[in-house]
């Protein structure tokens, strides 16, 4: 069990563990006004959890958070960590072992922020474990161009998508998705500082918001110690921030 600042979630079962991309986007992504989510692929919920948690840190009490994902041991996991985690009396947290392309013939505009931690490496080696492989490999499980697709249908008139991707997997997913969405915010993510951008956390909309918001982060200095920058934008989460 992962023990964060107000809850703990189960993802021994799930098919991506807990780490700094999915908890880095929880932080990043805006929820001022926010009523519904949707996480694509959410493995454990951990995305989905920790927005709820902003949520409820902003004072939204009557929200919803959907994820889904079709690894039926994460769903599984979903559900266990729902009955643990200290939601409002008004919040509805709904998990469903379901693709994202079945989930979109039954849903359309209906969501203000849509968040994803996708598979990737495309064009790499695939490891011998299935659940790692459906959570790494866009290929076949998840194809970038289906993504974009999808969320563009999904997403309401005024509604945000954001996700988190390696840098060169991000700048395919810009290509792809410019044809269907407006990027209006990317972040670029630097390990440490003598390191190139590993990271990016790319945001759309369904139209354009004018200027793009561009900023980096840099994740530990030079000693290897959390940078203060990284430490604000997690502090809601980790118990030693």
Request: glycine letters at 6%; proline letters at 5%.
């Amino acid at each position: 069990m992962f023990q964060f600042k107000h809850f703990a979630l189960h993802h021994e079962q799930s098919s991506l563990k807990i780490g700094t991309d999915s908890v880095l986007l929880a932080s990043v992504v805006p929820v001022a006004g926010i009523h519904n989510v949707l996480d694509i692929g959410c493995g454990c919920g951990v995305i989905g959890f920790c927005i709820a948690n902003r949520l409820q840190q902003h004072g939204i009490d009557n929200y919803s958070v959907t994820g889904i994902d079709i690894d039926r041991a994460s769903i599984a996991e979903c559900h266990r960590n729902a009955t643990l985690f200290p939601k409002t009396e008004n919040a509805v947290l709904l998990f469903e072992e379901i693709s994202l392309q079945n989930f979109t013939k039954l849903h359309q505009s209906e969501y203000q922020l849509i968040v994803c931690n996708p598979p990737y490496f495309g064009n790499s080696l695939k490891p011998e474990d299935k659940k790692r492989l459906q959570s790494r490999h866009r290929d076949d499980t998840l194809p970038f161009e289906t993504l974009a697709e999808c969320t563009s249908n999904l997403l309401a008139d005024d509604g945000l998508f954001y996700l988190i991707l390696p840098y060169s997997e991000a700048i395919a997913f810009e290509e792809i998705a410019s044809g269907r969405l407006h990027l209006c915010e990317k972040m670029e993510i630097r390990p440490v500082p003598d390191k190139p951008v590993n990271r990016c956390i790319l945001g759309f909309g369904r139209q354009s918001a004018g200027n793009l918001k561009r900023t980096t982060l840099t994740i530990r200095d030079n000693r290897r110690e959390y940078t203060p920058e990284y430490r604000e934008l997690t502090h809601d989460f980790y118990l030693d921030f």
